[in-house]
């Protein structure tokens, strides 16, 4: 069970294409007078440029998750909404919120557990509700976390979307072009599969570990500012089960992230009252 918990976090922090020539067509359910004329590769390769040079960033989080394990005879039902701050180089995040566990315990009751999170060059802090205290995690730690949290970048997000461009619905309102993507089957499992491994060989670097993916359906929804072409809304849905040790997880994934403060992000700073009362680990 322990490793399936730790699975579901990974997936949590790794989790933005109609013809490519055809310009988008407006959206049906509001009048459109701003009117692009550029194709969807244009669009798409003008957003991962901007993407590329992005230097900080905002993501507010709003997941829900449901994990369901026959052998336990066991679903748990995860709500998190999260506030996290972004440098990208030299990486640097801070992570703000709560999770909703249900399923657990006697009578299936519900635990919120606050969540806030540090992560510096050269150090992790980590405040954990049901035990109210900070706690600093060691240096390993800090390097395995960091290449798990790049995956949360919109560049790194919209990257794996490349070879699926001939299958997107490509729409335009005033502000925004509008991309959905709607899938099932084997052939979007690398979408799902290349991010999360990219996450697990970050945080399970001396393990270790195989997983096996059926992906029953993969919906993309992404809004692209027309103006500066930054990725301002990224929501994912996923229906997938995943396979360890002998074992099938069903994992039904509903991610809506809305991106803001490009490049107005700084610095982020540890708070000093959070340096001296945490635990080292």
Do not use: R
Not at 5 to 33: F, H, I, Y
Not at 118 to 137: N, S
């Amino acid at each position: 069970m322990k490793k399936w918990t730790a699975l579901l976090s990974v997936v949590t922090l790794s989790l933005g294409l109609a013809a490519c020539n055809e310009t988008a067509t407006p959206v049906q359910e509001k009048e459109v007078t701003e009117t692009s004329k550029l194709t969807l590769h244009e669009v798409y390769d003008k957003s991962m440029k901007a993407s590329e040079e992005l230097k900080s960033v905002k993501g507010t989080i709003d997941m829900k998750q449901t994990m369901t394990i026959p052998s336990e005879e066991m679903t748990l039902d995860i709500t998190s909404v999260m506030d996290m701050e972004y440098i990208i180089d030299p990486m640097q995040m801070h992570q703000k919120g709560t999770t909703t566990m249900m399923g657990i315990g006697e009578g299936g009751e519900s635990q919120a557990t606050k969540m806030e999170t540090y992560i510096t060059e050269d150090a992790m802090y980590v405040y954990e509700g049901t035990t109210a205290q900070w706690m600093k995690f060691p240096q390993e730690m800090v390097d395995q976390m960091m290449g798990a949290a790049n995956q949360t970048d919109p560049a790194t997000q919209l990257q794996p979307l490349q070879e699926y461009l001939e299958k997107v619905k490509f729409e335009q309102d005033d502000e925004n072009y509008i991309l959905t993507l709607k899938g099932s089957g084997e052939e979007f499992t690398s979408l799902v599969k290349d991010q999360v491994d990219e996450a697990l060989q970050s945080l399970t670097a001396d393990e270790n570990v195989n997983l096996d993916f059926t992906i029953h359906t993969v919906d993309y929804l992404v809004h692209i500012d027309k103006k500066t072409f930054q990725t301002n809304k990224m929501d994912v849905v996923i229906d997938m089960d995943m396979s360890m040790e002998g074992k099938t997880v069903n994992m039904k994934i509903d991610a809506k992230t809305d991106f803001s403060k490009f490049n107005e992000i700084d610095e982020i700073v540890v708070p000093q009252e959070v340096i001296d009362s945490a635990t080292e680990i």
